[in-house]
């Protein structure tokens, strides 16, 4: 009875912080930060890999998932932690100021690496992510860098959580156009780099 809130699509990832009295219904909240209900029934759980834990093999994973829920800010108006990302890359040789809403994926990943006093690649492209460090050992370890390739040619990476089946689970700069938690497909990966 009441009005749509926003569609979800699949493998979005949103936090539950409620359930109905009838237990049918979620409370979700999504990168976006819009809130409402959604059937039980038609989410699925990632349960403890998405999850932060007490002893972080790499450093790098835990500056990120202090930066959780940063999101762009719709509009004229730009959110200054985004830009600080974009300017702890060689973009700030090239611009005065970025918009928040330029790719940013890579410079997240090259501003959180940078906080844990590692070299990093001074990139905002995911190219030169793909030669960063030294390969993952298999099976990938949780905290890689990892880059994916798209079909339609663009580029994007995060650090890898896990995996659930066909797909990695991953945390990462301007996923759904915010530092959030997302689902891809393996096929799409190009890397799993560690330092």
């Known amino acids: 009875s009441s009005p749509v809130v926003t569609n979800m699509t699949f493998n979005r990832v949103v936090i539950v912080d409620g359930i109905s009295d009838d237990g049918k219904w979620k409370h979700c909240t999504n990168a976006w930060g819009e809130a409402g209900w959604y059937p039980i029934e038609r989410l699925a759980p990632l349960g403890e890999v998405a999850l932060q834990k007490?002893?972080?093999?790499?450093?790098?994973?835990?500056?990120?998932?202090?930066?959780?829920?940063?999101?762009?800010?719709?509009?004229?108006?730009?959110?200054?932690?985004?830009?600080?990302?974009?300017?702890?890359?060689?973009?700030?040789?090239?611009?005065?100021?970025?918009?928040?809403?330029?790719?940013?994926?890579?410079?997240f990943v090259n501003w959180c690496i940078e906080r844990t006093g590692l070299p990093s690649m001074n990139s905002a492209v995911v190219h030169p992510w793909r030669s960063w460090g030294k390969a993952s050992p298999v099976p990938p370890k949780r905290g890689a860098v990892t880059t994916f390739l798209w079909d339609d040619g663009w580029a994007h990476v995060s650090f890898l959580l896990g995996e659930t089946g066909n797909y990695v689970v991953c945390l990462g700069g301007n996923q759904s156009d915010a530092v959030w938690i997302s689902v891809y497909h393996k096929k799409y990966v190009t890397s799993h780099r560690v330092y």
């Open 54 to 107: 007490s002893d972080e093999e790499f450093p790098w994973l835990k500056v990120a998932y202090a930066e959780f829920g940063t999101r762009e800010v719709p509009g004229a108006k730009h959110n200054p932690r985004i830009v600080e990302y974009l300017m702890s890359t060689d973009l700030a040789q090239k611009y005065p100021s970025l918009p928040d809403e330029t790719d940013w994926c890579a410079a």
